[in-house]
């Protein structure tokens, strides 16, 4: 079992940005490629972002294109998600999650962190 941990959420005025980081607990990642989802209060939870094992390779949704960043510094074991413009519609719990195959682009992901809250308000 992999243990991912998110960190970083905070509550932000609109047009501010954070930087959410993902870390192993118990394990590397560092092969893995790595995504981003987020879920708001009521709604379905939606991908975000996805970086390949490499940092090579990236892709964004729509709502995050523009605005958002994702990178890897696998020295560290870490993966980030760089927030910026931030919209009250970005709040959510973000999620860091972790697809085991080499395959680009993920279709699907193994393990997923506890989540870390990102509130932007107006």
């Known amino acids: 079992q992999v243990q991912l941990v998110e960190s970083g959420g905070g509550l932000v005025q609109a047009g501010g940005s954070l930087r959410l980081s993902c870390a192993p607990s118990g394990r590397t990642f560092s092969t893995y490629n790595m995504g981003w989802f987020r879920q708001a209060p009521g709604k379905e939870r939606e991908f975000v972002a996805a970086?390949?094992?490499?940092?090579?390779?990236?892709s964004y949704a729509d709502s995050a294109k523009g605005r958002f960043t994702v990178s890897r510094d696998n020295a560290k074991n870490t993966v980030y998600l760089q927030m910026n413009m931030l919209k009250p519609e970005d709040t959510a719990v973000y999620y860091c999650?972790?697809?085991?195959?080499?395959?680009?682009?993920?279709?699907?992901?193994?393990?997923w962190g506890q989540g870390t809250q990102v509130t932007v308000s107006s």
């Open positions: 970086i390949s094992w490499s940092g090579g390779s990236t």
């Open positions: 999650s972790a697809d085991i195959r080499k395959r680009w682009p993920p279709r699907a992901y193994d393990y």
